[in-house]
Nanobody, 120 residues
Framework: QVQLVESGGGLVQAGGSLRLSCAAS????????MGWYRQAPGKQRELVAA???????SYADPVKGRFTISRDNAKNTVYLQMNSLKPEDTAVYYC??????????????WGQGTQVTVSS
């Protein structure tokens, strides 16, 4: 079993910054895909940013140039640095991790979610 623990959410004024962290622990042979999703009230969950094992990154258009995803493979941790935050960034943010199993195969895990609120 794998546990994901998120931290770093909170309330910030527009233009401010927050850094989210998501640490994975447990039965981990390898970690492939790591990403951050968000879900605003009344909206579907959407992919915000993703990073591969080799460090290739991708971002949703609304956050390009403002958010940066990174990972520390030694700590099995993924980060999301969010700058120039806007009220429309308000959502619950979830980390998503694709874990390689010791017995083979891959399994997807989700963090518990952390609230990010940006006031205008």
């Amino acid at each position: 079993q794998v546990q994901l623990v998120e931290s770093g959410g909170g309330l910030v004024q527009a233009g401010g910054s927050l850094r989210l962290s998501c640490a994975a622990s447990g039965s981990i042979f390898s970690i492939n895909f790591m990403g951050w999703y968000r879900q605003a009230p009344g909206k579907q969950r959407e992919l915000v940013a993703a990073i591969t094992t080799r460090g290739s990154t991708s971002y949703a258009d609304p956050v390009k140039g403002r958010f940066t995803i990174s990972r520390d493979n030694a700590k099995n941790t993924v980060y999301l640095q969010m700058n120039s935050l806007k009220p429309e960034d308000t959502a619950v943010y979830y980390c998503n991790v694709l874990v390689g199993q010791f017995m083979g195969g891959m399994k997807e895990y989700w963090g518990q979610g952390t609230q990010v609120t940006v006031s205008s």
